[in-house]
C-alpha cells in the first residue's frame, strides 16, 4: 500500500508540473513533452500495480484465516513432503553449497524458491490465467578467488505453468529454473554460460526434523511456527558456468525446505540464520529471530547433527552467538554483522565463521523487493577440545528498514 502512495503522490506532482509549464509558454514544449510522457508511464505503473499486486494482496488479507497453520504432531513422510503444500500460505526450497573445480577453485551457491499464495486453493479460480500464487527464485555464485559475487532473480506469477511447484512429485520452477528430485538425485538448473549451474545432489543422511513434535516455533502463540526440515549433507557434482567457462565441480550441500502460513508478530524484524557442516562429519543449524529491541526471541533454536545422522534439540539457553565484527553495504548503505563465534558448551563448541567474501548481499528489486545478506563462510573451532573446520552459509535479514517478513 505504501508503494501505491508513493505512485500516485508522483502521478499527482507530475500533473502539476504539466498544469505549471503550461502557462509558460511555447519555449518550454520541449519540457511539457517530456512531463507528458512521464506522467503516461507513471500512470500506467499505477494502473499495473493496481491490479497485479494492489488488490491481489487485499484479497490475500481477506483468506489469512483460510490457511492452514503449522501446528504440533506434523508426521513427515518423505519423498512426498519434498513436493508443495498448497494448504499452507508460505513455502520455500533453498539449496547451498560449496564447490570445488579440479585444480581446487572454490565456489559457494544459493539457489531459493518461493511460493506465496494469495488465496487458499479451496477457493482458487480453475482459469490458468488466474492470479492466485506469486513464485520467486533466488541465485547467487560466489567465487572465492576473484573476492567477487553475483546474483540473478525471477518472478512470475505462474500463469500458463511458466512457474509453478508441483504437489504429487517434487519440481519446482520458474521460466528456466528448476528443482525436481529423479530417484534420489535432486536436480538444479539455473542460470545461462555467463552464471549458472546444472548440478545433481545426493543426500548422504537422512532428513532432519527441526523444532519439537514437528514445529518449528518462531514467536510465542499456536501457529506462530513452521514445519521444517534440512538435508544436512548432500554430495554434489555437475557443471558450474562463470563468466562465459565451464567448470566440471564437486563438493558438499544442503537443502531446507520449510512452509507454514503466519507471519512474524509485529514486535520482530528478522532473522540471523546459520548452517554449518564440519569435516568431522558434525552439522549445526541456529536461527535467531531478532525483537525491534534487538533482543532474541525466546524461541530461536538450533539443531546439532551427528555423525550418524542422530540429532538434538538446542534451545536458545543452550547455545550462544557473538558479533565480531560488520560490514556496511555500498549498495544500500545496510550495515550488516560480519563475523560470528557460536559457542556450545555442553558440547564443548566453540567455531568462528568468517565470510568467503565481504559483499554477499541481494538487493532483490525485482522479486521480493527486499535487502537481504546470504553468504558462505569459512568455518574453524574446536568440538569436545578437537580441532575442527568446515563450511557453512549465513542468512541475515531485517537490517534493512524496508524488510518485509511477510515473504
Known amino acids: ?3 501505491l502512495l508513493k505512485v500516485m503522490s508522483s502521478f499527482s506532482l507530475c500533473c502539476l508540473l504539466l498544469a505549471a509549464c503550461c502557462s509558460l509558454g511555447k519555449r518550454k514544449k520541449f519540457l511539457l513533452q517530456e512531463l507528458r510522457g512521464q506522467c ?13 499486486v494492489i488488490i491481489p494482496l487485499a484479497q490475500s488479507q481477506e483468506h489469512e484465516h483460510a490457511f492452514r497453520r503449522a501446528l504440533p504432531g506434523y508426521v513427515f513422510r518423505f519423498p512426498a513432503d519434498h513436493a508443495a503444500h498448497p494448504e499452507f500460505r508460505t513455502e520455500w526450497w533453498y539449496y547451498t553449497g560449496h564447490l570445488s573445480t579440479v585444480k581446487g577453485r572454490n565456489f559457494g ?6 511460493r506465496h499464495a494469495l488465496r487458499p486453493a479451496s477457493i482458487q479460480s480453475q482459469s490458468r490465467w488466474a492470479l492466485h500464487t506469486l513464485y520467486f527464485a533466488h541465485f547467487a555464485i560466489t567465487d572465492e578467488k576473484e573476492d567477487n559475487y553475483r546474483f540473478q532473480e525471477k518472478v512470475s506469477r505462474g500463469a500458463l505453468d511458466v512457474a509453478g511447484a508441483d504437489l504429487s512429485v517434487y519440481r519446482s ?22 552464471m549458472g ?4 545432489l545426493v543426500p548422504i543422511k537422512s532428513p532432519v526434523i527441526h523444532g519439537e513434535n514437528g514445529v518449528s516455533q518462531k514467536a510465542v502463540g499456536e501457529g506462530y511456527a513452521s514445519h521444517y526440515y534440512s538435508l544436512t549433507r548432500m554430495q554434489a557434482q555437475g557443471k558450474l558456468y562463470w563468466q562465459g567457462r565451464s567448470y566440471e565441480v564437486e563438493g558438499l550441500a544442503w537443502m531446507d ?5 503466519n507471519q512474524l508478530r509485529d514486535y520482530q524484524v528478522g532473522w540471523d540464520w546459520f548452517s554449518v557442516q564440519l569435516h568431522n562429519q558434525i552439522e549445526l543449524m541456529f536461527y535467531i529471530i531478532r525483537h525491534k529491541d ?26 550462544g552467538i557473538e558479533v565480531l565484527g560488520f560490514w556496511k553495504s555500498q549498495k544500500s548503505d545496510i550495515t550488516y554483522p560480519s563475523g ?13 565463521l568468517m565470510p568467503t567474501v565481504k559483499d554477499q548481499e541481494l538487493t532483490t528489486r525485482k522479486s521480493t523487493l527486499v535487502n537481504y545478506w546470504e553468504g558462505s563462510v569459512r568455518v574453524k573451532g574446536k568440538v569436545e577440545g578437537k580441532d575442527v573446520e568446515g563450511r557453512g552459509y549465513v542468512e541475515l535479514t531485517g537490517y534493512d528498514a524496508q524488510f518485509r517478513p511477510d515473504i
Request: glycine letters at 6%.
Open 1 to 3: 500500500m505504501r508503494l
Open 257 to 261: 525446505h520449510e512452509f507454514g502460513s
Open 40 to 52: 503516461k508511464i507513471v500512470f500506467l505503473l499505477t494502473i499495473l500495480l493496481l491490479v497485479f
Open 109 to 114: 551457491f544459493q539457489l531459493t524458491f518461493f
Open 294 to 319: 534487538g533482543k532474541p526471541d525466546p524461541t530461536s533454536s538450533g539443531t546439532f547433527v551427528y555423525p550418524d545422522g542422530r540429532t538434538e534439540h538446542l534451545p536458545l539457553e543452550t547455545f
Open 340 to 352: 560470528w563465534l557460536i559457542r556450545v558448551p555442553s558440547k564443548q563448541l566453540d567455531l568462528r
Open 173 to 194: 520452477w520458474v521460466d528456466d529454473w528448476e528443482v525436481s528430485l529423479q530417484g534420489n538425485e535432486h536436480k538444479l538448473k539455473a542460470g545461462k554460460e555467463d
Open 197 to 200: 549451474i546444472d548440478l545433481a
